[in-house]
């Protein structure tokens, strides 16, 4: 599969909107209203990755202090497995850190076994459960990685892949 990591485009948001709708139970997934605060809040970037034939996939991070935040990573069910999330990841990664964060953080639902392994994958370890997280009934899981002993990220994954 081959596509290409850009930055977000206020064209964007039906799309990302939809695209979150998609990817995550209703007790989840943001409202326009919630997801358009999370594009807009001061310190937050987002990248959109994607295909001839449209976005497959985006993440929305955010620099605090010395620590960078995922607030969502989303992929269309049909590109998942084959590197859609780890470039954007990365790509968010190497954002962050340029940006001075020294570590990043998340959250992730509790009964999320395929988003655990995925972050796990990638680096991350698990910190603390957080009670109630989502919608104060579901609990989430707070990963972190530590980018300034990460290995330096290619900036190969920023640019078009071709699989």
Known sequence: MSFRIRQFEKSDFDTLWRIDQACFDPQLAYSRPELAFYLRRPGSFTLVAETETGII???VAETRRKT????????VKEARRTGVGSALLQA???ELHRAGAAAVAL???VNN???IHFYKKEGYFVEKTVAGYYSGQLDALVMTKELARSQPISRSRSQPISG
């Open 57 to 59: 996939g985006f993440v």
């Open 68 to 75: 960078g935040h995922i607030i969502t990573i989303d992929v």
């Open 92 to 94: 968010a990664e190497e």
């Open 107 to 109: 959250e992730t639902p």
């Open 113 to 115: 076994a395929a988003a």
